[in-house]
């Protein structure tokens, strides 16, 4: 499935749910010189468009001349078999259940389930294609079993070739009075200086740091650390950014299966947020503490130099 779901050219029509919000979306994908190239176009509410282009994506507003763009999400609401690349090695942390046989889109397919094995990740239903492997349905569901989403093909149709005229060019044809908008910060090449270096310990069970990256915020200019966690299907993102304001307060919110929590430790706020239950959130920002070792060494070899 996922490799189906990579590499085949494919178009059709899905239904995306959550929450009270409906999305009615056709989309075009295909991969050209190994990057992967998808269309996805909204068919109801504001006329919006979605560009893929290897690990970069466009959304683009017509009505409001606007572009946002952005590095590919990690947590993306839509038929995707990327999330479930690393699920060989996920049996610690979920459990597969065949679910039987089934029919989406008048495709035959067949139902598996992702359980997890505690509190800290959500649940998957997913329904593979009998004949091409290609995800047909996926639905989410959180720590009590409740559906949070659900995202399901209502037609699909394997293309021989497709041309999208922006797989060279992110922004090919876009007419030059829309406005750009660079989507989590503009990234910087180093760390700032004067910078204290924070970690999560512990981390969840199952859960690893896949990445680390400083980056800084168009709105109040300050610098901010963004650390990915994942345990290879779940991921949420901490940020670290020094704020001035009450040193003591917390909080905690749930907005339709996407979690956020935020604490704030003399000055400096950290915010956790992902399609993970409360629990997973709450730990990492409770977690997320300064690495007194190596502020340490960085403080003596500042003595040094001076």
């Known amino acids: 499935m ?6 085949r050219t494919y178009g059709g029509r899905f239904i995306h749910i959550r929450g009270d919000q409906i999305d009615l979306m056709r989309v075009v994908h295909r991969q050209v010189d190994g990057k992967r190239v998808e269309l ?25 001349r606007q572009v946002m763009l952005g590095d590919y999400p990690n947590i993306n609401s839509r038929l995707s078999g990327e ?17 039987g046989g089934s029919r989406v ?44 989403e659900h995202n399901q093909f209502t037609q699909i149709e394997p293309l021989d070739a497709v041309e999208l005229t922006f797989q060279n060019e992110l922004l090919e044809g876009l007419e030059a ?3 750009r908008i660079e989507l989590g910060g503009e990234p910087v090449e180093q760390a700032p200086i004067q910078q204290s270096t924070w970690i999560v310990d512990p981390l969840p069970a199952g859960y690893e740091i896949r990445s680390r990256s400083w980056r800084r915020n168009p709105v109040t200019g300050q610098y901010f650390e963004h650390m990915v966690i994942t345990d290879g299907l779940a991921t ?18 749930t907005d339709q299966g996407m979690t956020m929590a935020a604490r704030s430790v003399d000055n400096v706020r950290i915010t956790a947020i992902g399609d993970v239950p409360s629990a997973t959130v709450e730990f990492l ?22």
């Open 2 to 7: 996922v490799e189906a779901m990579a590499s």
């Open 105 to 148: 889109a008048g495709v035959n397919c067949q139902l598996m389930g992702v359980v997890p094995r505690d509190d800290y990740r959500y649940g998957y239903k997913l329904c593979i294609a009998d004949q091409d492997s290609l995800l047909l349905r996926m639905s989410i569901y959180d720590e009590r079993g409740r559906p949070i």
């Open 236 to 253: 949420a993102s901490v940020f670290v950014e020094k704020r001035d304001g009450n040193a003591a307060r917390r909080v905690t919110r």
């Open 40 to 64: 996805m176009v909204a068919e109801n509410g504001e006329v919006r468009e979605i560009r893929r282009l290897g690990d970069r994506c466009a959304c683009l507003w017509p009505e409001r």
């Open 285 to 306: 920002v409770e977690n997320t503490v300064r690495d007194q070792a190596a502020t340490d060494l960085e403080l003596g070899e500042s003595r040094r130099d001076e």
């Open 177 to 179: 009075d829309f406005e």
């Open 83 to 99: 999330r479930f690349e690393s699920i060989d090695r996920l049996e610690d942390d979920y459990r597969l259940i065949d679910l």
